[in-house]
């Protein structure tokens, strides 16, 4: 294949485009915000997960604690009216009176026991409600977190975005001035070197592979028409001549 010296040095141009690609690229992908915010929705999906328990708690002691008091109330009311039957004199038999007196008496031994038993329910609820409150301030704090590493994500990925389209216009241009064939050796060759198609020869050594050409095949290299599109012999990348190839 033949191109001319000027379009093998605008194939060295869009190399130097494409590896700043690949690096905006890959720093787009390894911006330290990405482990940042995982880590940290990771952290919030178990503090969620935890406030949801608590508030469970918190809901179920709150029947518990409704249910407790309403049983406090009907033993009082039952206890109630039994003393105003004794207050009344209207039990009047000693045995009824005596049954009477026991039974306000074992009222009283069970509201004292009801009403212990909603102690110790909302005293489970209000630690339940103190955790809840513990919680909800933690899942605040990491969402907040989250949002100022999204906010510091999203301004990266805007600069990084914004230079790649800049750069990509740049090779748009640049590339469209090489004949065809050339362009298309160039990016099969990208996509077989991992991404690195085209290589300059500097001071005798490939700039692709890092590789000092040997006497026979810099003799070959010097012997070659300025046109002709070489290759190099240890990668196979094409090896664009210069100035300073050291020739």
Same mark, same amino acid.
């Given at each position: 294949?033949?191109?001319?010296?000027?379009?093998?040095?605008?194939?060295?141009?869009?190399?130097?485009?494409?590896?700043?690609?690949?690096?905006?690229?890959?720093?787009?992908?390894?911006?330290?915000?990405?482990?940042?915010?995982?880590?940290?929705?990771?952290?919030?999906?178990?503090?969620?997960?935890?406030?949801?328990?608590?508030?469970?708690?918190?809901?179920?002691?709150?029947?518990?604690?409704?249910?407790?008091?309403?049983?406090?109330?009907?033993?009082?009311?039952?206890?109630?009216?039994?003393?105003?039957?004794?207050?009344?004199?209207?039990?009047?038999?000693? #045995?009824?009176?005596?049954?009477?007196?026991?039974?306000?008496?074992?009222?009283?031994?069970?509201?004292?026991?009801?009403?212990?038993?909603?102690?110790?329910?909302?005293?489970?609820?209000?630690?339940?409600?103190?955790?809840?409150?513990?919680?909800?301030?933690?899942?605040?704090?990491?969402?907040? #977190?989250?949002?100022?590493?999204?906010?510091?994500?999203?301004?990266?990925?805007?600069?990084?975005?914004?230079?790649?389209?800049?750069?990509?216009?740049?090779?748009?241009?640049?590339?469209?001035?090489?004949?065809?064939?050339?362009?298309?050796?160039?990016?099969?060759?990208?996509?077989?070197?991992?991404?690195?198609?085209?290589? #300059?020869?500097?001071?005798?050594?490939?700039?692709?592979?890092?590789?000092?050409?040997?006497?026979?095949?810099?003799?070959?290299?010097?012997?070659?028409?300025?046109?002709?599109?070489?290759?190099?012999?240890?990668?196979?990348?094409?090896?664009?001549?210069?100035?300073?190839?050291?020739?």
């Amino acid at each position: 294949m033949n191109a001319a010296p000027a379009d093998q040095i605008r194939l060295l141009d869009v190399q130097a485009l494409d590896v700043r690609l690949q690096q905006l690229a890959h720093k787009r992908k390894s911006l330290p915000e990405h482990a940042e915010i995982e880590s940290l929705t990771k952290d919030l999906t178990q503090l969620r997960d935890l406030l949801v328990a608590a508030q469970t708690e918190e809901s179920d002691c709150a029947r518990e604690q409704t249910k407790a008091e309403q049983d406090v109330d009907q033993v009082r009311k039952r206890a109630a009216r039994d003393q105003q039957r004794l207050d009344s004199g209207a039990v009047s038999s000693p #045995k009824d009176l005596e049954n009477l007196q026991r039974e306000i008496a074992s009222l009283a031994k069970r509201q004292s026991d009801l009403e212990d038993v909603v102690l110790e329910v909302m005293e489970r609820r209000e630690s339940a409600q103190e955790r809840v409150a513990e919680l909800t301030e933690r899942v605040s704090a990491v969402q907040a #977190k989250i949002d100022d590493a999204t906010g510091r994500r999203d301004a990266a990925f805007e600069e990084i975005d914004g230079e790649a389209a800049s750069v990509t216009k740049e090779r748009e241009v640049i590339a469209g001035a090489i004949p065809a064939d050339l362009l298309k050796l160039y990016e099969k060759l990208r996509g077989q070197q991992g991404g690195v198609g085209a290589a #300059k020869l500097y001071q005798r050594t490939c700039q692709g592979c890092r590789q000092e050409l040997a006497i026979t095949e810099l003799n070959e290299v010097r012997q070659a028409p300025s046109d002709a599109v070489l290759r190099c012999e240890n990668c196979r990348r094409i090896l664009v001549r210069t100035a300073d190839s050291g020739l």
